[in-house]
């Protein structure tokens, strides 16, 4: 491997035709540019059926994460969910191209795809820092028994479809209310308009850093959504009485168990996930196009101003 050699990831959700189709196209492009390829070993065997990888280098095997320079993205959330857990320790910003439908992790959409690989080959481009979560299950002497993070979101649920979870939230080191629940999402900005907007749970601005904690189903007087400091610690406790187990979900790629008087400690995550952005869209505008919303008769406001 040259170190001055440029490495560019491609992630791609490859059972779908018209997404290996646009793969090829990517290939092609950051090979023209005198950029090497490179999938993951978890993509290569599908995109090895339909397409040829010869040059291409496998992340893991040829190249690590720190010799990644963009990972290029086709797909929905999902995938770019996935992208961010693979390029997960290194700098490697994400371009997400969007494949799928409601898609709000994508930068831009299939048809301006050709346009948007050039331009982040020739790096015309800003990185968008997105504020993440660390994740920790302590048992019941707090011990760390298992630790990942998030970008959406972290969300205590019950694990049996017919039993309650009893828990308590804590923020801060201060406990707020116990409850029986179906669950709580503990999710960023980013994943406000995930689960936590199924939920219940406000809309976040990217550009605002907070964090949203929203219970599911709550037998109990107050168990409003809340939005609380970036910098704050949201603790939940499954309680011993609680008659079944819990389990943590994390982007819904992660899990883990959670018996009764397991903790766990959601914070934001010192590295934060990097992603490709090429177009200063208003967020506003991502959300009346993703969700179609009605603003037929708005005049407007003079110069920019309501």
């Not at 760390?144 to 923020?171: C, D, G, H, P, Y």
Request: glycine share 8%; net charge negative; proline share 6%.
């Amino acid at each position: 491997m040259t170190p001055s050699e440029r490495r560019i990831l491609l992630v791609v959700h490859a059972r779908r035709d018209d997404t290996v189709e646009a793969a090829q196209r990517v290939l092609s492009a950051v090979r023209a540019a005198g950029a090497v390829p490179v999938v993951s070993a978890e993509d290569r065997p599908e995109l090895a059926e339909r397409l040829s990888l010869e040059g291409v280098e496998t992340l893991g095997v040829d190249v690590t994460v720190d010799d990644l320079e963009l990972a290029i993205v086709l797909g929905g959330d999902g995938t770019i969910l996935r992208a961010a857990e693979t390029v997960r320790g290194g700098t490697a910003p994400i371009l997400g191209i969007n494949m799928g439908h409601v898609g709000f992790l994508a930068e831009i959409e299939r048809d301006d795809m050709d346009d948007a690989v050039r331009r982040v080959i020739a790096r015309d481009y800003r990185v968008e820092e997105r504020l993440a979560l660390a994740v920790k299950v302590l048992d019941a002497d707090d011990r760390v028994i298992f630790e990942t993070w998030a970008l959406n979101e972290a969300t205590v649920e019950k694990a049996s479809r017919e039993r309650m979870l009893e828990v308590v939230m804590e923020v801060d080191g201060k406990p707020l209310s116990s409850f029986g629940c179906d669950g709580i999402v503990v999710a960023t900005p980013t994943g406000s308009t995930a689960y936590n907007f199924s939920a219940g749970g406000p809309v976040i601005w990217p550009t605002v850093e907070a964090i949203a904690v929203v219970p599911l189903s709550a037998h109990a007087l107050f168990a409003r959504p809340l939005v609380v400091s970036p910098d704050a610690t949201v603790a939940v406790e499954v309680l011993e009485r609680t008659s079944g187990s819990g389990i943590l979900w994390c982007d819904g790629r992660r899990s883990h168990e959670l018996p009764p008087g397991a903790r766990v400690a959601v914070r934001r995550s010192s590295r934060p996930v990097r992603l490709a952005r090429l177009h200063p869209a208003a967020f506003t505008d991502r959300l009346v196009r993703k969700f179609r919303l009605p603003v037929t008769g708005w005049r407007g406001g003079l110069g920019g101003q309501p």
